[in-house]
């Protein structure tokens, strides 16, 4: 639990005016965040919990899809760049000069990691299909910003890397790790408004790539959107007319939208450049074929906290707000008591906020706006008037009056 009495940070009264949209100047008023320079933050203890929790419910899909969790270095080897043809073309790559005269990447993605890792592992047919993950701070030299947020230098992301010994089992993986994304997505409240969506392969393939983007007016991508079919384009695949790639029908709808997943068919770009083959049944030496799935989990922080806002404050869904439960205490008689209810509360799985400054001359509207402000679901109050006949007040964010629950 947390005592605010022992908090070493504290809201501010209003939202600093650092941001064009209103979710990032509540995060920044709150505490949750500070800027380190251009586009790379801190997260402070609450906006750490929220940050944590988006990342363990990630974790958890990952995991239930039978992907295995590792952890690479952020630092990559100037040859193993070369090695790929990318050293001097990834325009966003921080490069490091080093000791003897040698440099490093301080890696934007890890395909030139990841290949020559798995290489040890695969020789036959027998040792595919597999596919590991891992989450990570990612570096990119970032030229530009977007809403203050999204073009960032410094970002947390889910990588995962898979290794297939045919399209068809490369199409297969993928139709099942959709449903696993759209898992995610569904516990994080933002599924309804998010939408696959056809991109420009890159330098990776002449096909298709795809990206979840979530409906957001404010936010850095059009989204062409088939009224007939549904099948939802990114604006750099549109040349000129529109026409769905899907079904032909040039009728559609233009929304505003934020990038929180891609997926990019990397097929035998980096097993050709490191030499990443398999033996197949007959004795055949083929390539391995690679797909790349991305989830931006620190953009996520961010694009929840602006869908999920009222009228006035950010409105955490309850499984990764930075506490379940606000216990609001008034008079300092009443301290223990509350303790003891956070302590039943967190028994049972929730995290519990303990309001109880006093010296500090804080009184009961300035707790309350706190506890809004937080985007606490569930506050309660303690006083007096409510222990004196064994009972608190619940009030649900999402209900307009309050309950009375036995102690």
Not at 234 to 253: Q, Y
Not at 315 to 343: D, F, G, Q
Request: net charge negative; charged share 30%.
């Amino acid at each position: 639990m947390i005592q605010l009495s022992k908090f070493p940070f504290s809201t501010q009264k209003s939202a600093p005016k650092w941001s064009d949209n209103r979710s990032t100047s509540l995060l920044l008023q709150a505490w949750f965040i500070r800027q380190e320079m251009a586009w790379v933050y801190k997260y402070l203890p609450l906006g750490l919990r929220v940050l944590k929790k988006i990342e363990q419910i990630v974790r958890e899909e990952m995991d239930n899809a039978w992907a295995y969790e590792i952890l690479m270095s952020a630092l990559g080897s100037k040859e193993n760049w070369d090695t790929t043809g990318r050293w001097d073309k990834v325009d966003v790559l921080f490069k490091l000069p080093a000791s003897w005269n040698k440099e490093y990447a301080v890696n934007p993605t890890h395909e030139e990691s990841v290949t020559p890792l798995v290489w040890e592992f695969i020789q036959s047919y027998k040792d595919l299909d597999f596919w590991v993950y891992q989450i990570q701070t990612k570096f990119r030299n970032e030229a530009r910003a977007k809403s203050w947020l999204l073009r960032w230098r410094e970002f947390l992301m889910k990588d995962l890397y898979s290794f297939h010994k045919s399209e068809a089992w490369l199409d297969e993986y993928y139709d099942m790790m959709k449903e696993v994304y759209m898992k995610v997505f569904n516990r994080l409240w933002i599924w309804k408004d998010t939408y696959i969506t056809l991109a420009s392969g890159w330098d990776f393939t002449d096909k298709y790539s795809h990206e979840f983007q979530t409906l957001l007016s404010i936010w850095e991508d059009d989204i062409y959107i088939c009224d007939e079919c549904n099948t939802s384009h990114n604006k750099e695949i549109i040349e000129w007319a529109f026409k769905c790639t899907n079904c032909g029908s040039s009728k559609h709808r233009v929304e505003k939208a934020s990038e929180v997943w891609n997926i990019f068919p990397l097929m035998t770009k980096f097993s050709d450049a490191f030499g990443l083959k398999y033996t197949d049944e007959d004795g055949k030496e083929k390539p391995v074929l690679m797909w790349c799935y991305g989830i931006w989990v620190s953009r996520l922080m961010w694009v929840i906290a602006e869908y999920c806002m009222d009228e006035t404050w950010i409105a955490w869904p309850e499984n990764i707000a930075p506490a379940s439960h606000y216990i609001v205490v008034m008079w300092e008689e009443n301290l223990e008591k509350a303790k003891s209810l956070a302590t039943k509360l967190e028994k049972e799985g929730n995290d519990v906020i303990i309001d109880d400054r006093m010296w500090r001359k804080v009184w009961f509207g300035q707790k309350m706006w706190d506890a809004e402000l937080f985007g606490i679901p569930n506050i309660i109050v303690l006083s007096p008037k409510t222990l004196e006949k064994w009972w608190y007040e619940i009030i649900k964010r999402w209900e307009k009056e309050g309950k009375i629950i036995n102690i």
